[in-house]
């Protein structure tokens, strides 16, 4: 995974194993690759999402919104699955609201109180520019307040890709075998003819 992106590829080695295998159908192995990629591509998107279901309270809408895959295609070779946005508000979280302060639950743990050094609980502005925003005093004084936030979704795409949320384990593995596999089921399926 580079930085907000996981990449998919197949190396020359393969293409040329590929090529070999496929003998006196060379034209017909970029559209095998093509296919075996955006395949992989496309289960991988779903594994992501459900890591966000198992690993993660924010909404499906706000999370999925913020991922796009661009697929292969003959000319070029390889897809993306790109996540971006913004660090996240606790509001987009599952959160509660109660006498004794906040309570919110980002990674499906439970709900924690929001208590900082200085004692301050959580609390839901009602006005001025953090209006419905979840927000803690930094000190014993009335101000400052600070918004509360949790990670964007990049991180948190990160954090199911490398299996430390989603209870999935480490993606990458299963990428690769993902990919030989379904380049295995295109080649089968041009050399049976289906």
């Not at 796009?68 to 996240?88: E, H, L, P, S």
């Not at 209870?167 to 299963?174: A, D, I, M, T, V």
């Given at each position: 995974m580079a930085g907000n992106m996981i990449e998919f590829q197949i190396d020359e080695a393969t293409m040329t194993a590929v090529q070999t295998k496929l003998k006196n159908m060379k034209a017909k192995t970029p559209n095998a690759m093509r296919n075996a990629i955006n395949q992989t591509a496309t289960a991988t998107n779903r594994k992501i999402k459900k890591g966000r279901s198992e690993g993660y309270t924010i909404k499906a809408g706000s999370f999925n919104k913020q991922i796009?895959?661009?697929?292969?295609?003959?000319?070029?070779?390889?897809?993306?699955?790109?996540?971006?946005?913004?660090?996240?508000t606790i509001k987009e979280f599952k959160t509660k609201m109660s006498t004794h302060g906040a309570k919110t639950d980002i990674t499906k743990s439970?709900?924690?109180a929001l208590v900082n050094e200085a004692g301050a609980t959580a609390f839901m502005a009602a006005g001025g520019k953090v209006a419905g925003l979840y927000v803690q005093r930094e000190t014993s004084e009335r101000y400052p307040l600070r918004v509360l936030h949790a990670n964007s979704v990049p991180i948190m795409v990160r954090k199911i890709y490398e299996g430390e949320r989603?209870?999935?384990?480490?993606?990458?593995?299963?990428?690769?075998?993902?990919?030989?596999?379904?380049?295995?089921?295109?080649?089968?399926?041009?050399?049976?003819?289906?």
């Open positions: 796009t895959v661009q697929r292969a295609n003959r000319a070029y070779m390889d897809a993306t699955i790109k996540a971006k946005g913004r660090t996240r439970g709900l924690k989603g209870r999935q384990g480490n993606l990458e593995p299963y990428i690769q075998k993902l990919l030989y596999k379904n380049l295995s089921k295109q080649i089968d399926k041009i050399l049976g003819g289906k």
